[in-house]
């Protein structure tokens, strides 16, 4: 089929908005490809200092300039269930590279902290922040110039974005990105939901809601409820920075390590030292970016990507825009329930079908750029396919099912579960939010009700246990914004609301912080820009105002007369508290530095990304 006319137009416009940041960027990684990374280029002092500690087969390939050399960045510590399996990946890749008389060697660790142990805590401060330090701790580890290729280890929330800005600055050399797969389902997130409602209501304690947590995340591997860290490996697969399939394998598993000696192979594939060269930043085009945000509509996947996807994009010099993301979230349906869009979890949708079944349901409606390069190879046809183990241990590729397994997790483009993919960008006299309502039903998509404003999480919480919320209202948290406070999710208030709106108040959050992937069937207006702390709109709002939360018609308003809305003078916040403690002190320039949030909200400023 051809491809639909909104993304073909969509793209255009990407394409031409980026033309001139494009080919700078493309000028520089290909400037890059011709000075290096050739280890000839380095001094005899610089070349024994980068393999002084290996074995003498690998000094020996590497004291010339025949032979590629892998670096491995690795975001493994083993206090994130998700990243713990990567303490075997640097074995089973350097065993691969040496199969190939290739060598591999960890170029650097980068840090990797758990949105689920900070949140609700001052640590989450610290959060998106970490994407950037990431990118950074990334370009110090490749900045040695000893590598031909690079395979990266990584999949929680801020960590893959991070490790992609850093790739994408060193876009001469290809790169790989090898997940470690979801742990086993445990408790069905729909009754963990439900646990945490009887918590916050005060009906159970805190005994038999850590044995309820402890049952949902109980083993190695990925979270399987789909947010921002599931998010991630879809989009590195759809977008052909995975092998096909690799994205939900379970860790530990024969199949698992079959498919990470398999990347290390693939990634030594792609060096200029072959014939298949393919750097990451030529493969990563508007074209791809489109298939990215094509992929989190059709799946429902995380906002946190409104945020990392333009800064992604930018790094390699391409302008997407929030309104690129609202327009083909119009055109692009939701065929995936996946928990918070759903009961069933990531390990469901791997079962009924995953994401061979997914891009080419996508693939066959034209909603998919087919012609991209991957790290696989030129086009996405070989991404509708699954891995197999076979009898000696590799990887063999069958095709995926053109059938669903389970229609109530994996549909079609024909019935959908919704039309569009739910996520949309509001505007009015307050600025511009983000808001995914492919979790809220129908009827609560549209919230008119007085404000009630908030300092904190804290303080809205302390509010419900005092049992003052018994009326419709609009919970408004100004001043967590990236500039104010380092933009924390807000998960805390997610158990409190839903008791509310399941008590039948209308309720709905506008606040210029974070909800992430997780969340679900309340409507959250979130990443308002301007922030609080620049004087935006947000910081106006006093208790009682009249606000209407529209997402059918992308309405963000305060419905109080024009002239005397501006004629007030914006709220300040005394953020002192938000400035020292767990780090916070070290990230003043973050905090001072930092975008807005329609443009990354990163710290890199407009050098080497897209004004």
């Avoid at 409190?496 to 992937?517: C, E």
Wanted: glycine share 10%.
């Amino acid at each position: 089929m051809s491809l639909h006319s909104t993304i073909a137009a969509v793209t255009e416009r990407i394409v031409e908005r980026s033309r001139d940041s494009r080919t700078q960027y493309l000028d520089r990684i290909r400037a890059a490809a011709e000075n290096g990374p050739r280890r000839s280029t380095l001094s005899c002092g610089n070349l024994a200092h980068g393999f002084a500690a290996c074995g003498i087969t690998d000094k020996e390939r590497l004291a010339g300039d025949v032979v590629p050399n892998l670096g491995i960045i690795t975001a493994y510590n083993d206090m994130l269930s998700a990243h713990q399996p990567y303490e075997r990946f640097p074995g089973l890749i350097r065993d691969a590279a040496r199969e190939v008389g290739a060598v591999a060697q960890v170029a650097a660790g980068v840090p990797a902290m758990c949105d689920g142990v900070t949140q609700g805590q001052a640590g989450m401060e610290l959060s998106l922040f970490s994407r950037d330090v990431i990118a950074m701790s990334t370009a110090i580890g490749l900045s040695h110039q000893m590598f031909d290729a690079a395979v990266f280890l990584g999949i929680c929330d801020k960590i893959v974005p991070g490790l992609m800005i850093g790739a994408l600055s060193f876009g001469h050399l290809p790169a790989v990105f090898v997940p470690a797969g979801p742990m086993p389902t445990g408790m069905s997130n729909d009754e963990k939901a439900k646990t945490r409602q009887l918590y916050a209501e005060g009906k159970i304690g805190r005994a038999e809601l850590l044995e309820a947590e402890s049952k949902s995340y109980h083993s190695p591997g990925t979270c399987t409820f789909y947010g921002t860290a599931n998010s991630n490996q879809m989009l590195m697969e759809i977008m052909g920075l995975h092998l096909p399939g690799a994205s939900f394998v379970h860790p530990n598993t024969p199949l698992r390590d079959a498919l990470t000696r398999e990347a290390a192979k693939r990634a030594l594939a792609l060096t200029a030292l072959g014939n298949a060269y393919t750097p990451v930043g030529e493969m990563i085009d508007e074209r791809a970016i489109v298939n990215g945000v094509v992929g989190l509509h059709a799946t429902g996947g995380s906002t946190n990507h409104t945020l990392h996807l333009v800064a992604i994009a930018a790094t390699a010099g391409i302008r997407l825009t929030w309104d690129d993301i609202s327009d083909l979230s119009d055109a692009v349906p939701l065929i995936a329930r996946i928990y918070p869009n759903g009961m069933a979890d990531v390990n469901h949708f791997q079962a009924a079908g995953g994401m061979g079944y997914l891009i080419g349901e996508l693939l066959e409606a034209g909603l998919l750029h087919r012609d991209v390069r991957t790290v696989n190879g030129t086009g996405l046809d070989a991404y509708t396919s699954e891995a197999r183990l076979t009898d000696e241990g590799g990887v063999a590729w069958v095709p995926a099912t053109r059938e669903s397994g389970d229609p109530k997790v994996l549909s079609t483009v024909a019935e959908p579960f919704q039309k569009n993919g739910g996520l949309t960008v509001l505007e009015g006299n307050l600025g511009r939010a983000v808001i995914k309502v492919s979790a809220v039903a129908p009827e609560r998509r549209v919230v008119e009700a007085p404000a009630r404003v908030f300092a904190s999480q804290e303080a809205l919480q302390a509010a419900f246990k005092a049992g003052e919320l018994t009326s419709d209202f609009i919970a408004v948290l100004p001043f967590q914004g990236p500039r104010a406070c380092g933009m924390p999710e807000l998960h805390k208030l997610t158990p409190a609301l839903g008791v509310l709106q399941d008590r039948g108040i209308k309720v709905a959050l506008v606040t210029d912080g974070r909800m992430s992937g997780a969340s679900g069937k309340v409507p959250a207006a979130i990443h308002v820009t301007p922030e609080a702390v620049d004087g935006g709109p947000i910081a106006r709002i006093r208790d009682g105002d009249l606000l209407r939360v529209d997402a059918p018609a992308g309405r963000l308003e305060v419905l109080v007369d024009a002239a005397e809305f501006a004629a007030r003078t914006p709220a300040t916040a005394d953020l002192s508290a938000h400035q020292h403690g767990v780090g916070r002190d070290l990230f003043a320039a973050f905090r001072a530095f930092a975008g807005p949030a329609d443009q990354g909200a990163h710290v890199f400023g407009t050098h080497g990304f897209a004004a």
